[in-house]
C-alpha cells in the first residue's frame, strides 16, 4: 500500500489533531483529509492549523459543500491555505445532504448544474484569471483574486469532488481533478462508480485512470477484534440515521434505516445509539467498513484499492488513533 490518507472529523479534541497529524507525516501517510459535514467543526480552521505545524503532507477539505460560502470568499479561502501551505492544499467539495441543508434553509434545487458552476469558476479564480460569469446560481462581474502582496501565479489546488450518486460521479468525471469516493459502501459499489467516472472522462478527452480517486473508509482498528466491532456499530448506527444517501448507496434496508431513526434524534444522543445500535447488521460492518484487528483492517482496506480506489483516507473510529497510523504506517 503506497499510498494512505487520515480522516479527521470532531471526535477528538482539536489540539489532539494536529498531533495526529504531525504523527502521521512522520510514518508516511501522505495526506489527511478533514471532514464538515454535521454542524460541528467546520474544514477550513483545521485545515490552516494542520498546514502550520506539518511540512509535507497534504491537507484536504473531506468535504465541503458548495451552497454556504460565496465563490469569492470559496477562492480567497483556498488561495489563502495555499499561501501557508504552497502544493499541499486539495479542495474536497461536495453536494451536501438533507435534511440538514434544508434545515438551514438551504434548497438544494439543480445540484448538478450549482456544483458545475463552482467547479468551473473556483478553479478559473484560482488560476488567477478575471472571470465574468452569469449562471442560475453563480453570478460575479469582474472579479479577480486581488493579491496585491504576494504570489501571483496561478495555484496549484486540486479540486475533487465528494460524490455518491451516479449523476454526480459522472460529473466528477468530466470536471474534476478527481474525486473523493465515499465511506460506508461495499467495495463492489466501486465497480459502478469506475464506470460512471470514465462515462464522465470521455467527455473532457480523459479516461477514469487520469483521475484520482481517494476513498474515505471507515476504519476500527483494536487487538480486540470485538471491541472494534462494536465501536463501528455505533458510528454506523448514527450515519444511516442522519445520511439516508449513505444507506441507499450501501444497500441497506430502508425497515431497518426506518426503525434506527424512530430511536435516533436530531442531533442524537449517547443513549439512543446505545439503544438503537443492535439494530444494525453485523454483516453490514464487515461488508462496508474496515473493522477488526490490525490484520483484519488491512485486509478490508485491499479490497477497496482492487475495486477503484487510488488511496484509502482511513476514518479512524475509537480512540486509537496512534494504532491506526502505525498499522498502516508507509514509514
Not at 503506497?2 to 512522520?26: C, P, S, T, W
Not at 475533487?160 to 478527481?178: H, P, R
Not at 460512471?196 to 473508509?217: F, H, M, N, S, T
Amino acid at each position: 500500500m503506497e499510498r494512505v490518507a487520515l480522516y479527521l472529523q470532531d471526535a477528538h479534541d482539536l489540539r489532539e489533531g494536529l498531533e495526529f497529524v504531525r504523527y502521521a507525516e512522520q510514518r508516511g501517510f501522505e495526506a489527511v483529509w478533514q471532514a464538515e459535514s454535521r454542524l460541528v467543526r467546520d474544514a477550513i480552521v483545521p485545515m490552516a492549523a494542520y498546514a502550520a505545524v506539518t511540512e509535507r503532507i497534504k491537507i484536504g477539505s473531506g468535504v465541503i459543500n458548495n451552497w454556504t460560502r460565496n465563490i469569492g470568499l470559496l477562492a480567497a479561502t483556498f488561495l489563502t491555505l495555499d499561501d501557508l501551505a504552497p502544493n499541499r492544499i486539495i479542495c474536497g467539495i461536495g453536494a451536501w445532504w438533507d435534511p440538514l441543508a434544508r434545515n438551514v434553509g438551504i434548497e438544494r434545487k439543480k445540484p448538478l448544474v450549482a456544483m458545475r458552476e463552482t467547479v468551473t469558476v473556483l478553479r478559473r479564480l484560482l488560476n488567477m484569471e478575471r472571470v465574468t460569469f452569469h449562471g442560475e446560481f453563480i453570478h460575479v462581474e469582474g472579479i479577480e483574486l486581488d493579491v496585491v502582496h504576494g504570489r501571483r501565479e496561478p495555484r496549484n489546488v486540486p479540486i475533487m469532488i465528494g460524490a455518491t450518486g451516479d449523476q454526480m460521479m459522472e460529473l466528477a468525471g468530466e470536471i474534476a481533478d478527481g474525486v473523493v469516493l465515499n465511506y460506508c459502501v461495499p467495495p463492489e459499489y466501486n465497480y459502478r462508480a469506475m464506470e460512471l467516472l470514465d462515462k464522465g472522462a470521455k467527455k473532457a478527452g480523459r479516461r477514469v485512470d487520469d483521475l484520482d480517486r481517494p476513498q474515505l473508509i471507515v476504519c476500527s482498528v483494536d487487538p480486540d477484534h470485538d471491541r472494534a466491532i462494536d465501536t463501528t456499530r455505533e458510528l454506523l448506527c448514527q450515519y444511516l440515521a442522519q445520511q439516508p444517501h449513505i444507506a441507499k448507496a450501501s444497500g441497506v434496508s430502508p425497515d431497518v434505516v426506518a426503525e434506527i431513526q424512530s430511536i435516533l434524534g436530531w442531533p442524537a444522543t449517547h443513549e439512543q445509539i446505545q439503544k438503537a445500535k443492535h439494530l444494525v447488521p453485523e454483516d453490514l460492518i464487515y461488508r462496508i467498513t474496515a473493522s477488526g484487528t490490525p490484520e483484519e483492517a488491512k485486509a478490508k482496506v485491499k479490497e477497496y484499492l482492487k475495486t477503484g480506489a487510488t488511496c484509502p483516507i482511513l476514518y479512524p473510529v475509537g480512540g486509537d488513533y496512534k494504532l491506526l497510523i502505525d498499522t498502516f504506517a508507509q514509514i
